[in-house]
């Protein structure tokens, strides 16, 4: 494991976990009453407790086929945690580029994730992909 400046090794194993886009291991590092509280697009619910989230992933990430793929990460570290900005891509059963991005912050206790917040755009089509790249102004890609 590459040492982030900083983070602690807590962070550095989020960081790491999220990167690879391992979840299973991320959920490893989480209390076994662990808060969940996702807000995306139009909705917002909380789930307490590893299996509940574990198995939230499971749901989420069906769809990918196992093929999701962290393609941007950026991290900062916090006092009791880390905050990690993220880009996911996929391609769906029928072929076609799907990605989306989120914010997560991890509040901790120095030895396991307490908290996990996640801020998510929702998935992307590959229509969505192309409209942005040719008509959001944007100062970097």
Not at 3 to 18: K, N, Q, S, Y
Not at 114 to 122: A, I, K, L, Q, S
């Amino acid at each position: 494991m590459t040492a982030v400046v900083g983070a602690g090794v807590l962070a550095e194993r989020i960081i790491e976990r999220m990167q690879a886009g391992d979840f299973d291991g991320l959920v490893a590092l989480y209390r076994a009453d662990v808060v969940f509280d996702a807000n995306v697009p139009s909705w917002r619910y909380q789930l307490q407790g590893r299996e509940a989230v574990a198995e939230q992933f499971r749901e989420e990430l069906a769809p990918t086929a196992g093929g999701a793929r962290v393609s941007a990460l950026r991290w900062h570290a916090i006092d009791a945690g880390v905050v990690v900005e993220d880009e996911v891509r996929f391609t769906d059963a029928g072929g076609e580029e799907r990605l989306w991005r989120e914010v997560h912050l991890f509040h901790t206790d120095g030895e396991a994730v307490t908290e996990h917040v996640v801020y998510c755009t929702g998935v992307w089509d590959a229509a969505t992909i192309a409209r942005h790249a040719v008509e959001a102004p944007m100062v970097r890609r």
